[in-house]
DNA sequence: AACTTATATAAGCATGCGATTATTGTCAAG
DNA sequence: CTTGACAATAATCGCATGCTTATATAAGTT
């Protein structure tokens, strides 16, 4: 059962993104994983729980190591909610501009 | 040129899903946004704020009123970084899926 | 002009997050 | 069985977040 606020809060931290596009390729282990970046490996290991926590990643058991690979689940839940407004853009887009080009010129402020 | 860790975090909270999830429905004011929530005002222009930095939303004047609607463009962009690793789970489906299974079977520590 | 409605801003506070260092646990190899 | 590589956990610290109350601004109403 994905829990979408830890699922986006995930992927609000650049270093946890990165992690999941390396994943993306294949399967890694956490010093593969902790390699590209300046940082220590205690932070990566603490990333890759709130990913795994989120539902993004699942992990396998080989020797000591602890291969990371990508959760389908997770990044459906997310993909499906996405999918809701974006579905709700399109449906609004005709609708939506018609009304507002009809709507008086002065009240064309933009922006605060 | 939409953020993506702001587009992210600002999903993260559900007061804040909850807003856009209403704006899907079409534009609404600060206090028709409101109304729903135990929460202040001034909570709910916070999260609308935070909503508007992320990109995903717009505001128009009208009086004294900010009508806000949804922005195609942040969403857009949270929904391209999802689609890659949505494709990336299909193009690797089968390839992870035989690797597994043509491992050790001994090797099938689960979970911690 | 005075009052009301709609919204924003500021200050304050509790809680959570991302990083670090230090330490511990586990397996593999010699 | 000791050593070294791989990884997790704990304690700590500074900064960000999410709310609140109080106040401000600005347009609409009477």
């Known amino acids: 059962m994905p829990n979408l ?17 390396r994943l993306a390729l294949g ?3 956490v010093m593969e ?13 603490q990333h890759l729980k709130v990913l795994e926590e989120a539902g993004l990643i699942v992990q396998r058991v ?5 291969p990371r690979r990508l959760a389908k689940a997770g990044i459906d839940a ?4 996405l999918a809701m ?6 449906k609004n887009y005709e609708r939506l501009d018609a009304v507002l080009a009809a709507m008086e010129p002065n009240t064309k402020g933009k922006k605060r």
């Not at 946890?16 to 596009?21: D, E, S, T, V």
């Open 5 to 21: 606020n830890a699922s986006f809060a995930a992927l609000a931290d650049p270093t946890r993104r990165a992690i999941l596009a």
């Open 85 to 90: 407004l974006r579905k709700a853009l399109e």
């Open 78 to 81: 997310m993909d499906q909610w």
């Open 62 to 66: 080989d020797g000591t190591k602890r």
């Open 33 to 45: 994983l902790a390699k590209p970046f300046e940082m220590t490996q205690p932070a990566i290991s």
């Open 27 to 29: 399967e890694a282990t």
